[in-house]
C-alpha cells in the first residue's frame, strides 16, 4: 500500500489533506448544482435560501423528534453546540405550541474536558450552559422534561450516557461541521502507533463510542475563532465526545452547514465522500457514507466557491 503523504497542517496528525490530491481537486470544482446532484438514497441534500427559513427547519428538527415520544417509548434527540441560532426557536416553538416534554429527551453531544474532568456549568465555554441558557431553561416551566431526560455526557456517567441510546429512541442526531471534518469532536486522529502509516480502517473507527478525545490543532484554533475571540490559550485540549457508535444508534443524522463553521471546501469534500461512498477516517465526516440516513442541509448564501480571489 503506497505510504500517505504527510499532513500540511499538523504533520503528526491524520486529516483531509492526507487524502489523494485529484479527490480534493474534484471537490474543489463542485458547484452549488453539483452539490444538490449528490443526494442519493441515503443521502439527501437540501439548500434553504434563507437564514430564518435554514434555522427555523433547524428548531423544527427538535419539535418532529419530540412529538414522537409517547410514554411507552420516550424519545429525542441529540444536538449540538455550533451551530446555536436555532436553540431560542426551539424553546419558543415548545412554548407556543404548548408541546409537553414529560416524555421527550435530549442528549448533548459533547462537552470540554480539563485535568480529566467534564468542565462545569460555571465554565464560560460551557456547552452544557449554553444548552440551558440558550433554550431549556427558556421553555416553560410546565411543559420541560424532567432533569433526568437531559443527558449530558459526563466522564465517570460513560457507560450511562453510552445505554440511553439503547433504552430511549434517537430521532435525529443533529450536528455542524468543524473544519477538520468532524461531527461533535469525532477527530481524526493522531499518527502514531498502529496508526502512524494508515489512519484507522472506517470499520475500526465506528467501533469507537462516547469518550474522552485529545482535540486536532485545527478543532482547537477554530473553537478559539468562533467562541472565543481567537484567544487559542482558553480552550481545552480535550473534550467528551458522542461516539459513531451512538451515531449509528440514530434514526437519522442531520448536517446543518451554515457556512461559518467550515469553509466552502470543506462543505463539498465531505458531500462528496458521503454521495460517492468514500469513507476514510482521516476526514470522520465521510464516514456517513455508510449510515442508512444522512441529510445535508445547506444555507445557499454560505457555500461560496472554491475561487482563489485575493482580500
Not at 500540511?8 to 452539490?35: F, G, S
Not at 480535550?238 to 471546501?265: C, Y
Not at 465521510?286 to 442541509?297: M, T, Y
Request: with cysteine.
Amino acid at each position: 500500500m503506497a505510504a500517505r503523504p504527510l499532513s500540511l497542517v499538523a504533520p503528526d496528525w491524520w486529516d483531509y489533506t492526507t487524502l489523494d490530491r485529484e479527490l480534493l481537486d474534484d471537490a474543489a470544482r463542485l458547484t452549488a448544482d453539483d452539490l444538490f446532484a449528490l443526494s442519493r438514497p441515503g443521502f439527501t441534500v437540501r439548500f434553504y435560501d434563507t437564514i430564518e427559513e435554514f434555522y427555523l427547519a433547524e428548531a423544527l428538527e427538535y419539535i418532529h423528534a419530540w412529538r414522537q415520544a409517547m410514554p411507552e417509548r420516550p424519545a429525542g434527540i441529540c444536538g449540538p453546540i455550533g451551530p446555536t441560532e436555532q436553540l431560542p426557536l426551539v424553546a419558543r416553538l415548545v412554548n407556543e405550541l404548548d408541546l409537553d416534554l414529560r416524555h421527550a429527551h435530549f442528549w448533548g453531544m459533547d462537552e470540554w474536558v480539563v485535568d480529566g474532568r467534564e468542565t462545569p456549568e460555571s465554565f464560560t465555554l460551557s456547552f452544557a450552559k449554553a444548552d440551558r441558557e440558550l433554550c431549556f431553561d427558556r421553555i416553560r416551566a410546565d411543559l420541560r422534561m424532567p432533569e433526568s431526560n437531559l443527558h449530558f455526557p459526563r466522564v465517570a456517567e460513560i457507560e450511562t450516557f453510552r445505554r440511553s441510546f439503547d433504552e430511549v429512541r434517537c430521532v435525529v442526531m443533529q450536528g455542524g461541521q468543524g473544519e477538520i471534518k468532524h461531527w461533535a469532536f469525532n477527530d481524526p486522529l493522531r499518527r502514531a502507533g498502529v496508526f502512524r502509516d494508515q489512519p484507522p480502517t472506517p470499520a475500526e473507527y465506528r467501533q469507537l463510542g462516547t469518550r474522552v478525545v485529545e482535540l486536532h490543532p485545527m478543532t482547537i484554533i477554530q473553537n478559539a475563532r468562533t467562541s472565543g475571540g481567537g484567544v487559542v490559550t482558553n480552550v481545552p485540549t480535550q473534550a467528551l465526545t458522542v461516539g459513531p457508535a451512538e451515531t449509528w444508534k440514530a434514526e437519522k443524522v442531520s448536517i446543518w452547514h451554515a457556512g461559518t463553521h467550515d469553509n466552502p471546501f470543506g462543505q463539498r469534500l465531505t458531500a462528496l465522500m458521503i454521495s460517492k461512498k468514500l469513507p476514510d477516517s482521516s476526514v470522520p465526516m465521510s464516514l456517513l457514507a455508510d449510515h442508512p440516513n444522512v441529510q445535508f442541509n445547506y444555507l445557499r448564501s454560505g457555500i461560496g466557491s472554491c475561487t482563489a480571489e485575493m482580500h
